[in-house]
């Protein structure tokens, strides 16, 4: 089955760090796109960052400065180095890809970030 896998979240202080990662399985071409969605309780999902097949990156502007996002387009990983969280980057995180006409998804993996 086609599919992302993400790994790396959890609960952290604020002012603390985080690594996500998600890798594709069972995915062979690489994709146009892959990059980071957050969806908070009550609210709708944002784009944290995305990054293209030529390295070109987008970063959401309430995380900008603080998120650095990384792609491996040989292994077809991409990963987000988040620092400085703050209790309102708390969320859903979700890998996301694009490729030949098809989107994909990952689980999502939880960020809490306490105070």
């Known amino acids: 089955q086609e599919q992302l896998v993400e790994s790396g979240g959890g609960l952290v202080q604020a002012g603390g760090s985080l690594r996500l990662s998600c890798a594709a399985s069972?995915?062979?071409?690489?994709?146009?796109?892959m990059g980071w969605y957050r969806q908070a309780p009550g609210k709708q999902r944002e784009l944290v960052a995305e990054?293209?097949?030529?390295?070109?990156?987008n970063y959401g502007d309430s995380v900008r400065g603080r998120v650095t996002i990384s792609r491996d387009i040989a292994k077809n990983t991409v990963s987000l180095q988040m620092n400085s969280l703050k209790p309102e980057d708390t969320a859903v995180y979700y890998c996301n890809a694009e490729g030949r006409g098809h989107t994909y998804w990952g689980q999502g993996t939880q960020v809490t970030v306490s105070s």
């Open positions: 069972r995915i062979t071409f690489s994709f146009n796109y």
């Open positions: 990054v293209t097949s030529t390295g070109a990156a």
